[in-house]
């Protein structure tokens, strides 16, 4: 079984600040890891995932996140958020099994970004 | 565009009746497709996997007589939820895997039960 920790349910921070979403994982099996962001009343877009190769992966709309396998973790990081930024953000994870994965997702962070 | 097409978005419906929500893959055939279900302010939670061709698989906990799935075709799946009441209501939201190992996930039904 896996399961997805976002330690932070709610982060407000200023616009243009640095901000840092916190995502631990935890499964006895070998993972792939996902970022997505949910604005109010839409479905879920794909932010960037880890499958395999380098430990830093880039995403959309400047977001970049650190896979650390000794520490279970792939926090989510922007140097310089935007108003526009404001959302609900989910770290989830799937396994390797077979071709129609399923995800496990995290309860979210709801990133505030005030002016 | 949208690559994956959840219809209707929000519907209010009167306890004791049944709601079909739609979710249609543009861009890929699908042989299968994800239902979650998201509470407010929590995570989405998979409620069952809508195989084309044959029976859905249901997560444990998920009364699958109460949330009918119909894959019909490479590109449509269904869910009914029959006799709602309010503790359905919720926000209804399907994905799409794609060969990329990711997902395209619809834009979300929210649905309120009165």
């Not at chain 1, 099996?29 to 949910?38: A, E, G, I, K, R």
């Not at chain 1, 404001?86 to 995290?106: I, M, P, Q, R, W």
């Not at chain 2, 219809?7 to 239902?35: N, Y």
Request: with cysteine; glycine share 6%.
């Amino acid at each position: 079984a896996q399961s997805v920790t976002q330690l932070d349910s709610q982060v407000p921070v200023f616009e243009e600040a640095p901000v840092e979403l916190r995502c631990n994982y935890s499964s006895s099996v070998s993972v792939y890891l996902f970022w997505y962001v949910q604005y109010p009343n839409q479905g879920l877009q794909l932010l960037l995932k880890y499958l395999s190769g380098s430990t830093l992966v880039k995403g959309i709309n400047g977001f970049e996140a650190e896979f650390n396998k000794s520490q279970t973790s792939f926090h989510l990081r922007k140097p310089s958020v935007h108003i526009s930024d404001t959302a609900e953000y989910f770290c989830a994870v799937s396994d390797f099994g077979g071709s129609n994965y399923k995800l496990t997702f995290g309860k979210g962070t709801l990133l505030t970004v005030n002016p | 565009g949208a690559v994956v097409s959840q219809h209707p978005s929000w519907v209010i419906c009167k306890s004791g009746t049944s709601v079909k929500i739609e979710c249609r893959s543009l861009d890929f055939q699908a042989t299968t497709m994800f239902w979650y279900r998201q509470f407010p302010k929590q995570s989405l939670m998979l409620m069952a996997t809508s195989n084309e061709g044959s029976k859905a698989t249901y997560e444990q906990g998920v009364e699958k007589d109460k949330f009918l799935i119909n894959h019909a075709s490479l590109t449509l799946s269904t869910l009914t939820v029959t006799s709602a009441h309010p503790e359905d209501s919720s926000f209804y939201i399907c994905s799409v895997p794609t060969g990329s190992i990711s997902a395209f996930f619809g834009q979300g039904t929210r649905l309120t039960v009165v």
